[in-house]
Nanobody, 115 residues
C-alpha cells in the first residue's frame, strides 16, 4: 500500500527557511506526479507547487521565486525548499501523489512563520 509521510515543518521567523520532505512508499515513485498543498485555518486547501514525473514544475503566484519543489527518485522523496518565509505562509502543508486516476495524501506538517 502507498503511504506518504511529510516532515520538516516547524516554527521559523519571517525571512527564514525550511525544507519539507515527503517520503513515498512503493517501487514506482518515479511515475508519480507530486504536489505540495497548504491549508490555513478558515481557508481552503490550495496548491503550492507541483512536479511531474518528467520534472516539469509549477508554482502558485504567492510562492514564485521563494519556493522550490524537487524530487529524488532514488530516495522516493519529494522536497519543498521554502525561503524568505512570510507570516502568510503559515499553514499545514500536505504532500500529494498522483498516478493516473489515483490520488494519495500525506497527513500534513505544520509550518508557522512568526516573530
Amino acid at each position: 500500500q502507498v503511504q506518504l509521510v511529510e516532515s520538516g515543518g516547524g516554527l521559523v521567523q519571517p525571512g527564514g527557511s525550511l525544507r519539507l520532505s515527503c517520503a513515498v512508499s512503493g517501487s514506482i515513485f518515479s511515475r508519480y506526479a507530486m504536489g505540495w498543498y497548504r491549508q490555513a485555518p478558515g481557508n481552503e486547501r490550495e496548491l503550492v507547487a507541483r512536479i511531474s514525473s518528467g520534472g516539469n514544475t509549477y508554482y502558485a503566484d504567492p510562492v514564485k521565486g521563494r519556493f522550490t519543489i524537487s524530487r529524488d527518485n532514488a530516495k522516493n522523496t519529494v522536497f519543498l525548499q521554502m525561503n524568505t518565509l512570510k507570516p502568510e505562509d503559515t499553514a499545514v502543508y500536505y504532500c500529494k501523489g498522483e498516478l493516473g486516476l489515483v490520488r494519495y495524501w500525506g497527513q500534513g506538517t505544520q509550518v508557522t512563520v512568526s516573530s
